[in-house]
Nanobody
Framework: QVQLVESGGGLVQPGGSLRLSCAAS????????MAWYRQAPGKERELVAT???????NYADSVKGRFTISRDNAKNTVYLQMNSLEPEDTAVYYC????????WGQGTQVTVSS
């Protein structure tokens, strides 16, 4: 059993930055594929970014050049650095382990508003 706990969400003005963290329990983090998803009110959950066990990354077109996903295997933590935030980035952000097993965090709210 793996638990994923997100932190770092909050209220930020347009153009600002936030860094989300997701701490994973257990011993499989180093071999896990990790991702961040988000869900805005009234919309479906969408993939934001992924990082493989080998460190390869992929991003949604809407966040390329603004968001960076990274991982620290020593801390069992995956991060999402979000820069140049826009009101359209407002959503609940979820941490997701997609391999070797599927787990979800509880989500953290990000609100971009002046």
């Amino acid at each position: 059993q793996v638990q994923l706990v997100e932190s770092g969400g909050g209220l930020v003005q347009p153009g600002g930055s936030l860094r989300l963290s997701c701490a994973a329990s257990g011993s499989i983090f180093a071999v896990a594929g990790m991702a961040w998803y988000r869900q805005a009110p009234g919309k479906e959950r969408e993939l934001v970014a992924t990082v493989t066990r080998g460190g390869g990354t992929n991003y949604a077109d809407s966040v390329k050049g603004r968001f960076t996903i990274s991982r620290d295997n020593a801390k069992n933590t995956v991060y999402l650095q979000m820069n140049s935030l826009e009101p359209e980035d407002t959503a609940v952000y979820y941490c997701h382990m997609f391999s070797p097993y599927a787990y979800w965090g509880q989500g953290t709210q990000v609100t971009v508003s002046s």
